[in-house]
């Protein structure tokens, strides 16, 4: 009478045996079917366009099949989600960055997923500081000008960015804290709401980062102010750093990478970081994402994960001193 206990814990002693054994396995057939390429933003934004580079050059290269799909909202937080429930097969990624790995979970409350627990670091792709634009038509020339502005009328310059949470957002925050001055901030569902706005004059400055904003910088059509890294941004050599323009200190970029479910075996993880990085090498990948505004960085997996766990504790305090807050 104990035999139908006896076979269940045989079955599930093997079900688990099985399992160890497939996530240990290497990923020699991988992958035989599509690969789904979560990008939580909408199309046109800097997100969506260095996920495109890459999908279009694993497929070109490696004869994969790689599915780019938009699932936008919530300052990416909800493409994260989609992408973190899905199951560890390693046929679900999603292009992550700062934005919504390392200050959303600060910013958002009750969120579905955990960003250390829920996900693997698969490759880092890139990263690019934030720019400080304007309309050409605006009477903003310099930093100096906003700054001069937004002293004399408190609240009245308003900054377009792509959403509340975003490290677009809180650069923006910090900008009011490093400059002492009150700006109005105007988020939106993406960078190119944001963009469209800005150029149309609906808000007085854009806040972005620079793959969303450099076509129309290079176009003539927005003027870039100020770069709010540490660095001149190589895509806009001649575009001066916020601390070049007398706010002292003020060091802010914004990084992608691509993550897959918590638990996707090692291998395969391995295996698409090998290729991306791969990618990363080839000198027209290197041109297009620098055309786009940001700087390619291959890593390893280990590095990766360093950096990303690193900068996942330190949010917390950045976000904290910069008040910001998702309405």
């Not at 070109?60 to 992408?83: F, L, R, Y």
């Not at 450099?214 to 601390?243: E, F, H, M, N």
């Not at 900068?311 to 950045?318: E, I, N, P, T, Y």
Request: aromatic share 6%.
């Amino acid at each position: 009478m104990f035999r139908p206990l006896l076979t269940a814990t045989v079955m599930a002693c093997a079900a688990t045996a099985s399992f160890t054994a497939a996530a240990q396995a290497p990923a020699t057939d991988y992958p035989n079917k599509p690969i789904r390429m979560v990008i939580p933003f909408p199309p046109g934004g800097g997100t969506d366009i260095l996920a495109r580079v890459v999908a279009n050059k694993l497929t070109e290269v490696t004869k994969w099949t790689v599915v780019p799909e938009n699932k936008a909202g919530a300052g990416g937080t909800i493409g994260i989600t989609d992408a973190a429930k899905a199951a560890p097969t390693g046929y679900d990624m999603v292009m992550g960055q700062k934005d919504n790995l390392v200050l959303g979970p600060y910013l958002y409350k009750n969120l579905p997923w955990d960003p250390v627990r829920d996900l693997t670091p698969v490759a880092h792709v890139a990263y690019t500081p934030v720019v400080i634009a304007t309309s050409v038509n605006s009477p903003y020339k310099t930093v100096a000008d906003v700054i001069a502005a937004a002293k004399a009328n408190p609240g009245k310059i308003t900054y377009g960015s792509p959403g509340n949470g975003t490290s677009i957002h809180i650069a923006g925050v910090q900008l009011e804290k490093a400059a002492a001055v009150q700006l109005t901030h105007v988020p939106y569902k993406g960078s190119n709401p944001a963009l469209m706005d800005a150029l149309a004059g609906n808000v007085d400055l854009l806040v972005s980062s620079v793959p969303s904003a450099i076509g129309q910088i290079k176009a003539g059509k927005l003027r870039a102010l100020a770069v709010t890294s540490a660095k001149r941004s190589s895509s806009l050599p001649d575009v001066p750093t916020l601390a070049e323009t007398g706010i002292k200190g003020f060091d802010v970029s914004t990084w992608y990478g691509l993550f897959m479910p918590a638990n996707t075996p090692a291998a395969i993880v391995t295996k698409v970081n090998a290729e991306v990085n791969r990618l990363l090498a080839m000198p027209e990948i290197r041109d297009a994402i620098l055309a786009q505004g940001a700087e390619p960085q291959a890593m390893s997996v280990a590095n990766f994960e360093r950096m990303f766990k690193a900068d996942f504790k330190a949010s917390k305090q950045v976000v904290e001193d910069s008040g910001a807050k998702i309405q």
